[in-house]
């Protein structure tokens, strides 16, 4: 059995890879949209441009979502 401070410091490095990543994946979509809003409307299919309209959907819920419980913890 692991002693406490052990497995504490163990979820800390764990949780501290996960926000990491997290970033990191934030930081890609944020980079994406400029080179999104660019694209010719042409090229943008119905069904992409139904994917697209339900990955923001989840996104703006998302934020909506984090911003909520942002304000719950003022």
């Known amino acids: 059995m692991n002693a406490p ?13 996960v ?9 890609q979509i944020i980079q ?3 080179f999104i809003e660019r694209y010719p409307t042409r ?3 119905p069904g992409l441009i139904s994917e697209l309209a339900e990955a923001s959907d ?12 942002q ?4």
């Open 43 to 45: 090229l943008f299919d």
């Open 58 to 69: 989840k996104l703006a819920a998302k934020v909506a979502d984090l911003q909520e419980a």
């Open 32 to 34: 994406r949209v400029p």
């Open 19 to 27: 926000r990491e990543q997290l970033v990191d994946d934030v930081t």
């Open 5 to 17: 401070g052990v497995v504490s410091l163990h979820a800390k490095l764990l949780e501290a890879s």
């Open 71 to 74: 304000g719950a913890d003022r």
